[in-house]
Structure formats: C-alpha cells, structure tokens
C-alpha cells in the first residue's frame, strides 16, 4: 500500500503524515531523507525529532539510496520527504547532474521496490505547483522531475491526501 501526503511548506503534511500512520500501524521506520547540512536543516530536523518523539518510530537516515534499507513485510514507513530525496540525488557540489532522467526514474522504482518488500510507504511530498518557472534551467529541470515523481507516485498510491493549513483533503481513495 502507498499513501502520498502533500503540501505547501509548513502546511502541516509531515505532522497530519505522522498522526495517520501511528493511529494504524506498528513497526514504523521513519525514512527521513533531509542531509543535516546547516542550522536551517538542524532547526527541521530537530523539529521532527519533537514532534515524533512519543509515536514509537525508528528513525533511519537514508539520503540517497531507497534500496539499501533493510526492511521486512511488516515495516510500515514512512518517508519524509520526496523533495528531499529528489534533489540529494540530482544535485552534488558540482550542480546538477546530467542523467536527471534516469535518477527520477530510478527513484520511482526504488520507491515500488520498497513497497514491495514492506507492509506500507506513506510519501509526504510538497506542493510545488506553484514555484515560479524560468528561474534558472535547473530548477525547471527539478521541478519537471518532481512533477513526473508526483504523477507516478498518484496514478500508483492507495491513497492521496493534500494538506493545506493543517486541513486533510482525500484526492484519491482506491
């Protein structure tokens, strides 16, 4: 089972995300994807560390690579976030790399594979709809990939929940 969560930034999806899989099921890792890179993403980090503390989940950090974790058929994850995941793996010290197209899909797959060896994925995702385009060509390029991950993930989720201010609006129940 997937369910994909998403919204504008501090639009309350990460908490509402957290709320829905502690309420349902046990076995619970938290996929947390941010780099701990500076005090902004320190401050986001330890934000989450609080708000999660009393919901029984284990925490693992895993930046980049989805096929790695060592999950098992009754591991219910949760992974926070896609945006994250996107852009530690097509951007590096350099910009970005040029096989985008090949990364954002191989994400996808990584992320059908994990569902595949666990109980249930919930996805929390942003809402970047509404990012001004023609930025720089990377970001446009990040925001196509993000795009194509957002629709790939839709047309296969359960479930799909937009959060805005806090409120939950189901956008797609199977």
Avoid: W
């Avoid at 060592?70 to 996107?86: K, M, P, Q």
């Avoid at 990377?138 to 196509?144: S, Y």
């Amino acid at each position: 089972m997937i369910v994909y969560i998403y919204g504008g930034v501090a639009s309350g999806k990460s908490k509402y995300a957290e709320e829905i899989i502690s309420k349902s099921f046990n076995n619970k890792i938290y996929l947390a994807t941010m780099e701990n890179i500076g005090n902004v993403a320190s401050k986001r980090i330890e934000k989450h560390l609080l708000q999660r503390a009393d919901k029984n989940f284990t925490t693992v950090e895993e930046p980049r690579n989805l096929q790695h974790l060592n999950v098992s058929l009754n591991n219910n994850i949760l992974l926070e976030d896609l945006t994250n995941l996107l852009s530690n793996n097509i951007f590096d010290k350099y910009g970005m790399k040029s096989d985008f197209k090949e990364i954002t899909e191989k994400i996808f797959s990584d992320i059908i594979e994990l569902e595949n060896r666990c109980n249930s994925v919930f996805i929390v995702g942003n809402d970047i709809f509404s990012t001004k385009r023609n930025q720089s060509k990377e970001l446009d390029i990040f925001i196509d990939c993000l795009f194509y991950l957002h629709k790939k993930i839709i047309e296969v989720s359960d479930r799909v929940v937009e959060v805005v201010y806090g409120l939950p609006y189901n956008r797609k129940l199977k």
